[in-house]
């Protein structure tokens, strides 16, 4: 019989040598159970992402704007598709990764169960959300398992137009009239605190972090990446004249960091939980997708056994 | 139809101009409209992969109608924008056919409603890339790859349903028999349409008639589905006289417009 703890210290060795672990080496069954977690929540996260930015579509206030958001949410689609097949690699289907999701097994980023209630959302969304995404996405691109970071690099190209994209709606709200101003302005002072809690529970009260460091998954912790995201953006805000809705954000020159006043864990737990605005309605919107597309997908198989039939006999 | 170099410009001439302007803008509408519609079904489609496509096709749409506003503009010389003309017009001065702003219903609906329209649009693409207008000819020739591309899609989508299980034929089949009193509009041919044949800027309608019988005859052959009969026909779109879902669709694609007039987005 093979010497587990012999392979885990192989396997070690490798991640330290910064060898990729590709999908047919031998891994410990945590560090594959870890992946299957974090890949599926981002790829649920990427399809479910799209209602909240899909709910302005059909109402975005120009056709070059409407075009845009069109071009973004298509890239979310490809994400998730790219990352529905990286989890395949890892031995789970489609299917079941869906199924979970469908069934509220599975998480997704808990800032998609916040609504997008104005124009101004959408750059906040693309702004804040998906700058904090990127974050985490950069990061990554570097991550031990081959086909993750490999997916990743292609999403990191896409996210930082959708992060600029963001930005610019932003900036233009925020020279425009006094209603338009104000619109951008409640769009962050909403998000902004949702957007840092996104980079997951201070280090001390993350679980899962520690195998993730060691497995270089996670090369930086939630706390250093919700620090670098801070400093960025504090100063973007400054630039279109924006104020960050936190009365402790304070420049601290001893650190040369911004320091921040305390996130409200209570609200994110509650959101986590399933008690966040939008959770039951981007539940039951991809639910209700999924059923109304069960006869789709049942006449696609069918025709294609049917041809398959066809061109075997 | 083709007469280039003939130095003929019809914008030197109002009525011509006029009607250019209005050809222009029926194009762009039929589009903008069509678009509009693919966009709802974002996040919502049956599976990614149509998610994309569907969203991939707005994006076609919208990008080509954007084109044709941009030129039907600058026809018209008034100095107004393509934004102008998609959020500022009221329902009446929409010229789009009434098949495009039909709603979504089910997915089969909305892909024989695509098909329907893919296959007018295609060969009409392909006869505009001829257009004695070099900008409708220019315009054309970059929509012609993406028109070939939408019908295969609607194509290989119909195939499947008709061919696919009894419920996606049932489907499949209900919708062909929806929509189809509204293909009649695609080919009709008004003075409007008269005068731009006459200038060489569009085919004959009855040309890309025939081009749509064929492909429908094709599809529906390999989807074995029934072709409708040609019944009543609906018109009206092009005069502005719409469906009551045109003025629904226009409130919620216009509303930030019209609440806060003049601002820059």
């Known amino acids: 019989m093979t010497d587990v703890t012999n392979l885990e210290e192989r396997f070690q060795a490798r991640i330290d040598a910064e060898q990729k672990i590709e999908p047919k080496d031998w891994m410990p069954e945590k560090y594959r159970k870890t992946l299957v977690r974090q890949i599926s929540q981002h790829a649920h996260s990427e399809v479910v992402g799209m209602l909240p930015e899909g709910n302005w ?6 056709l070059r704007r409407k075009a845009i958001l069109l071009a973004k949410v298509q890239d979310e689609a490809g994400h998730g598709l790219y990352l529905y097949s990286a989890c395949e690699t890892l031995g ?69 137009f959708h992060q600029r994209q963001g930005y610019e709606i932003m900036s233009v709200l925020a020279k425009g009239t006094p209603e338009q101003k104000e619109m951008a302005q409640d769009a962050l002072n909403r998000w902004w605190w949702p957007s840092l809690m996104m980079f997951g529970p201070s280090d001390a009260n993350s679980p899962n972090s520690a195998d993730s460091m060691k497995w270089k998954i996670k090369r930086q912790s939630n706390d250093e990446l919700r620090q670098i995201f801070i400093d960025r953006t504090v100063q973007q805000a400054e630039v279109i004249g924006l104020t960050i809705p936190d009365p402790e954000l304070k420049w601290n020159e001893a650190t040369k960091h911004y320091d921040w006043g305390a996130i409200d864990w209570t609200e994110f737990n509650n959101v986590v939980a399933g008690n966040g605005p939008c959770n039951k309605e981007r539940l039951a919107a991809r639910n209700k997708a999924h059923d109304e597309g069960a006869w789709v997908r049942e006449a696609a198989l069918a025709y294609a056994a049917k041809k398959a039939k066809k061109q075997a006999a | 139809m083709s007469r280039p170099g003939t130095g003929f410009d019809p914008r030197s001439d109002p009525i011509m101009s006029t009607a250019l302007f209005t050809y222009a803008l029926r194009l762009g509408d039929d589009l903008l409209i069509l678009s509009h519609r693919l966009g709802e079904w974002c996040g919502h489609g049956p599976v990614l992969e149509e998610d994309i496509a569907l969203a991939n096709r707005a994006l076609d749409h919208i990008g080509e109608a954007r084109n044709l506003y941009d030129y039907a503009v600058k026809v018209e010389g008034k100095g107004r924008t393509e934004d102008d003309l998609a959020y500022l017009r009221a329902e009446r001065q929409f010229v789009n056919t009434k098949l495009v702003e039909q709603p979504n219903g089910d997915y089969a609906h909305t892909i024989v409603r695509s098909f329907l329209f893919d296959a007018y649009h295609l060969p009409l693409a392909e006869a505009l890339t001829r257009s004695s207008d070099a900008q409708i000819a220019a315009i054309a020739a970059k929509a012609v790859k993406e028109a070939q591309y939408h019908l295969k899609h609607s194509s290989d989508w119909l195939i499947r349903f008709g061919d696919g299980t009894e419920e996606s034929h049932r489907r499949a089949q209900e919708a062909l028999d929806a929509l189809w009193t509204y293909t009649g509009e695609l080919f009709v041919q ?9 200038a ?66």
Not at chain 1, 57 to 62: L, V
Not at chain 2, 190 to 198: F, T
């Open chain 1, 57 to 62: 579509i059909t109402r975005a206030p120009s």
């Open chain 1, 92 to 160: 789970v289907t489609r299917e079941k990764t869906i199924d979970d999701l469908l069934s509220g097994k599975a998480k997704y980023s808990s800032i998609f169960n916040y609504p997008t209630l104005t124009w101004a959302d959408i750059g906040a969304v693309g702004w804040l959300v998906d700058g904090a995404a990127i974050m985490n996405q950069v990061m990554l691109c570097r991550t031990s398992y081959g086909p993750y970071a490999r997916a990743m690099v292609r999403i990191c190209k896409e996210e930082s």
């Open chain 2, 190 to 198: 008004d003075d409007v349409h008269e005068a731009m044949v006459k």
């Open chain 2, 200 to 265: 060489g800027i569009a085919p004959d309608l009855s040309t890309i008639k025939q081009a749509f019988d064929a492909t429908v005859d094709r599809v529906l052959a390999e989807a074995t589905l029934k072709r409708p009969a040609d019944g009543y026909m609906m018109s009206g779109g092009r005069q502005g006289k719409h469906s009551e879902h045109l003025g629904f669709l226009l409130a919620e694609m216009q509303y930030l417009q019209r609440a806060y007039p003049g601002a820059e987005w």
